[in-house]
């Protein structure tokens, strides 16, 4: 049971406080909860551009909801493992092309393969549905890696509503598919959600509140979890932090230091640690909620530990 907590020094301080200057005068909130202001911001670009270095294919499987599409980066020579990656975006928004940049990168360093999943979204489809679809990808993954990768060797990786749905899914191959949670070597949550009745730092979110003022969070909550009260939404089934946590592969949790959803990484990874496991926990410095998809050098810095970090873990 050990553990490695607190702030990571950030290469580059600077570009991180032009970047939150720059949200702070420019980015817009429109109210998620209506059509149009969903429609708004599933219209826009959160995600970084750059050129990949591995090829990109698309798989559809069956899935509970009906077609399931996975996007597959691989590198080239042998696979050291398998990465199941859950997009982020509230529940609500998000595709897995926005989580190309990222998985290129960890192909690339960490010789792995990624299967993004392209779940259901809220509030068409609230939770359990992507939970349901992530399990579903999960199982695929595993039932064809060593066909598909060469490899039996798995991960997972998820950010903000990515990170919750990579917590649960983990927990239901645990009780579930034990078989198949014993093969997964290490998991990354970035920035996730694991109390979806509200944190204290979620709760403090106000307007002032970058990226995810407190309005968006209450908005995002109530499109994938409607109808709930605050009792039933700590359910372990849709609340991690609440969960028994026992038999469960190292954890990295990476989060900002100013981002609302800080408490839900302190409390989540303490609970990892105290329940018999390894975890790490890194907060990054004036780290906004998506920091690393918005200022290019720090989100390099964040990919370069997270990559290291499965390296150390695949050669444990």
Known sequence: MTSSDGFVPNPDAAELAAVNQQIAETMQYPDVTSSEGLAAVRGADFALSRDLKQSVSERTIPGPGGDLVLRIIQPEGPVKAVMIDIHGGGWCIGTPQEDDWINDYYADHSQIATVSIDYRLAPEHPVPAPIDDCVAGALWVAENAVAEFGTDRLLLHGASAGGHLAAVTLLRLRDEHPEVAERIAAISLVYGAYDVSGTPSRRLADHTTLVLPGHWVRGFIDNAFPDLDGEQRRDPSISPLFAKLDNLPPA?????????????????????????????????????????????????????????????????
């Open 252 to 316: 990295l949790f990476t989060v900002g230091s100013l981002d609302p959803l800080l408490d839900d990484s302190l409390f989540m990874s303490s609970r990892w640690q105290a329940a018999g496991n390894h975890a790490d926990l890194d907060v990054w410095p004036d780290g906004v909620h998506g920091f690393n998809n918005m200022a290019p050098n720090t989100g390099h810095a964040v990919a370069e530990r997270i990559s290291s970090w499965f390296n150390a873990r695949l050669s444990a």
